[in-house]
């Protein structure tokens, strides 16, 4: 069993930066693929960013494409999401999750096994 705990998130203006953690205890992160999933106020919780158990394939969705970057450390057992360029669209509360490695890449949130309990991100104009 993986335990997650994700980190990083506060409250920030329009076009600022931050850096979500997502750092994993029980077993090794690197035997699951990852994903970022972020839930907005009163909406749906949505996929957003999935990375590859060897974090050779990367894939975002159209709106935070070229502003999000997503990546993994093995040796830290650490999953990352570098968010650029912040927008108030983007306020809601993120979570990190496993999906595993037999399964094809996907940002379905059924197809997660492991969830963090997530990290607040509020952006302002």
């Known amino acids: 069993q993986v335990q997650l705990r994700e980190s990083g998130g506060g409250s920030v203006q329009a076009g600022d930066s931050l850096r979500l953690s997502c750092a994993a205890s029980?077993?090794?992160?690197?035997?699951?693929?990852m994903g970022w999933f972020r839930q907005p106020p009163g909406k749906e919780r949505e996929g957003i960013s999935h990375?590859?158990?060897?974090?050779?394939?990367?894939y975002y969705t159209d709106s935070v494409r070229g502003r999000f970057a997503i990546s993994r450390d093995s040796y830290k057992n650490t999953a990352y999401l570098d968010m650029d360029k912040l927008e108030p669209e983007d306020t809601g509360v993120y979570f990190c999750?496993?999906?595993?490695?037999?399964?094809?890449?996907?940002?379905?949130?059924?197809?997660?096994?492991?969830w963090g309990q997530g990290t607040q991100v509020t952006v302002s104009s």
């Open positions: 999750a496993t999906r595993p490695t037999f399964t094809s890449d996907s940002l379905d949130p059924a197809d997660y096994d492991h």
């Open positions: 029980g077993r090794a992160l690197g035997a699951f693929a």
């Open positions: 990375i590859s158990r060897w974090g050779g394939r990367v």
